[in-house]
């Protein structure tokens, strides 16, 4: 395999080679800039602002995390100290098709979600698009990752960070072949505190973004809930009824399913009825307006099926690989056996019994190995969590007012499509 050399000194090849740097005012996009000035590339600073269109709702800042580019000013004045041109795009409404809109219809369909991955993706969309109008041969970020090409299989190959707590490579994974061949990770090589001395040499003051650990745009919190009313007709916010997954029992009723989300725990209640600190919601079904709840101390599960995969490194789907799942990008890894189902689904059989319990609709992320530079294999998103996801088990709750619930009620059912008129670049 031979490796992209993305951080090699200055070179006479580069001198004829464009790259559009994505700029988000920090020092991570600041020092991938500054590298790739000094490589002798012809650099490019591209700002996507995602927030604060004519649609923006009220209490957008308090839905969305700080990495959002808000500074265009500062930007444009980074650009000019690298003397490198500047332009801004603006991509609310892009933003809330593909980002917004799919976190309120998974929230609506009682489904996980990782809008992280969403945003990553359309960001590397929108900067190919700029790339392909301004003539750029390659784009450029700052996250902390490795791309490798390798000339045998003449694949390009996602690897994590030298630095293993400043690894991006779980929110990159959603990326194909027609991305990665165009992208350049200029800190591919460095660790944050090396950046960091880098981005100190050049004399601005960065914004340092204080996000607090696991915490990401439209995650669960009053201010989303009140989002999520504001932006979706009374018809799809189901109230209902609060069931003990194992016995089936009637709790309590609740006000709205969009107030709840897979794995909550401390639940309260508007009755009489307190509810067990213990019990965990496992399970949300809005065809019939329930939500399920268990302690999971003891569950255990063999196996999952993930939808929607992707497969990056285009690994022969006619046999089983060893890989290793993440199920969040804070999560370990849990070594596996894929075997490659039709329709882009696969199947994941673990080794070792896994605790808990796995919320349909996670994001998840497969890797070849725990390793130093480990690659990764592939992306998608969780559909069925052992036996329990399976809805002819003969152990789901039987409820009089349960609806019929057929395998047509996929994913892609419960996920409603919020608007389905994608605007363009």
Request: glycine share 6%; charged share 25%.
């Amino acid at each position: 395999m031979s490796k992209a050399n993305y951080n090699s000194s200055g070179s006479s090849e580069n001198t004829k080679k464009t790259v559009v740097v994505g700029m988000t005012g920090g020092l991570d996009s600041t020092v991938a800039a500054y590298l790739l000035k000094t490589q002798k590339y012809h650099c490019i600073g591209v700002a996507i602002k995602y927030t604060g269109g004519d649609e923006a709702p009220e209490n957008e800042k308090d839905i969305v995390c700080d990495c959002n580019v808000d500074q265009l000013d500062f930007i444009q004045k980074i650009c000019e100290h690298l003397d490198i041109p500047f332009y801004a795009v603006e991509a609310s409404d892009l933003f809330k098709y593909r980002v917004i809109d799919h976190a309120l219809a998974a929230t609506i369909g009682g489904l996980a979600y990782y809008p992280c991955a969403n945003c990553t993706e359309l960001t590397i969309d929108i900067l190919c698009d700029k790339a392909k109008k301004l003539g750029a041969n390659y784009i450029a970020t700052g996250h902390y990752s490795k791309i490798a090409y390798n000339k045998k299989t003449n694949l390009y190959n996602l690897i994590t960070a030298n630095d293993p707590i400043q690894d991006q490579s779980f929110d990159l994974s959603c990326l194909g072949q027609s991305h990665l061949q165009k992208m350049i990770l200029p800190l591919a090589e460095l660790r944050r505190v090396e950046v960091s001395k880098i981005a100190d040499s050049l004399g601005f003051n960065f914004k340092l973004r204080k996000k607090s650990p696991g915490k990401r745009c439209l995650s669960y919190s009053n201010a989303f809930i009140e989002f999520v009313e504001k932006s979706t007709p009374k018809s799809l916010r189901l109230m209902g009824g609060i069931i003990n997954y194992e016995d089936q029992y009637f709790i309590t009723e609740h006000d709205g399913i969009h107030r709840y989300h897979i794995g909550q725990k401390n639940l309260e209640s508007d009755g009489p009825v307190d509810i067990d600190p213990h019990l965990e919601i496992v399970k949300i079904i809005p065809s019939v307006k329930n939500i399920y709840v268990a302690v999971t101390d003891k569950w255990t599960f063999s196996f999952c099926i993930l939808s929607q995969f992707l497969n990056i490194s285009s690994l022969d789907v006619s046999k089983p690989h060893s890989a290793y799942v993440k199920f969040g990008v804070n999560e370990l890894p849990i070594a596996c056996i894929v075997n490659y189902k039709s329709n882009q689904h696969v199947s994941l059989e673990f080794l070792d019994p896994v605790k808990g319990h796995i919320a349909r609709g996670t994001y998840v992320a497969l890797y070849d190995s725990v390793a130093k530079g480990a690659k990764v294999v592939g992306c998608g998103v969780l559909q069925r969590c052992g036996d329990f996801d399976n809805i002819y088990n003969e152990e789901f709750p039987k409820d009089k007012k349960q609806l019929d619930y057929t395998e047509d009620d996929s994913d892609d059912n419960q996920n409603q499509e919020v608007n389905k008129d994608e605007p363009k670049f």
